[in-house]
């Protein structure tokens, strides 16, 4: 158990609905990630937040968004989807307990869009 | 542009065996390094990582890696493979260890009775 929380663990919907994935980091990390893992584009870094603020931006859509709460858990937006977002969403933390320097991961949301 | 490379999409080894995975990377900077482990249907789990220390490093689970700069690899291996290693194994790479990761294309290690 790496200590990261992600909710709903499965998710499925239609073509053109928004749904929320939720992130809790381990207990003091401040920074939060997500990923995206699909059979055609392996695993793609899309957002990084640090302590509320946006750090990093990789190959998210702007049909995507996130934040970071002041509790420092983190929720992931997807709105208009397609059958293509269907995917494996990551959310990893990083912080001083366990070395900047290394993310840990949770269990994953497996998104499913019909 | 930091990049990495894994060769063999999917190897297979008998239990017992040696368990080499490659991965080689490409960065501008000194590189952070990283092999996480994938179970099925589970999230991904640090085997071990390499951030400028020694070049030999040992993980979780009996593996280990070598940094080696002159080859710009950093390839997993283990002794004597079990067949609780079966998963998929990616290799990664970050440039001051607190950013992103950039991930290999993975390779499923399958481990024969």
């Known amino acids: 158990d790496s200590g990261v929380t992600q909710t709903p663990k499965h998710l499925i919907t239609a073509t053109g609905q928004r749904v929320t994935l939720r992130c809790s980091p381990r207990s003091g990390d401040l920074s939060v990630y997500w990923y995206q893992q699909s059979l055609d584009q392996g695993l793609q870094f899309l957002i990084q937040y640090y302590n509320g603020e946006e750090r990093a931006k990789g190959n998210i859509l702007e049909r995507f968004s996130a934040q970071q709460f002041p509790d420092l858990h983190s929720e992931l937006n997807l709105s208009s989807l397609e059958l293509g977002d269907s995917a494996l969403y990551f959310c990893?933390?990083?912080?001083?307990?366990?070395?900047?320097?290394?993310?840990?991961f949770g269990p994953g949301t497996r998104l499913t869009v019909l | 542009a930091q990049s990495v490379t894994q060769l063999g999409s999917h190897v297979s080894v008998s239990e017992g065996a040696l368990v080499l995975l490659r991965c080689n990377y490409s960065?501008?900077?000194?590189?952070?390094l990283f092999w996480y482990v994938q179970y099925p249907n589970q999230g991904l789990q640090l085997l071990l990582k390499?951030?400028?220390?020694?070049?030999l490093v040992k993980g979780i689970n009996g593996f280990e890696a070598e940094f080696k700069k002159s080859e710009t690899s950093f390839h997993l291996t283990k002794p004597s493979a079990h067949m609780s290693d079966a998963a998929e194994y990616f290799c990664a790479v970050s440039s001051f260890g607190n950013e992103k990761l950039t991930f290999g294309t993975g390779t499923r290690l399958t481990i024969i009775p």
């Open positions: 960065s501008s900077v000194p590189p952070y």
């Open positions: 390499y951030t400028s220390a020694a070049t």
């Open positions: 990893a933390s990083s912080g001083l307990a366990g070395g900047t320097d290394t993310q840990y």
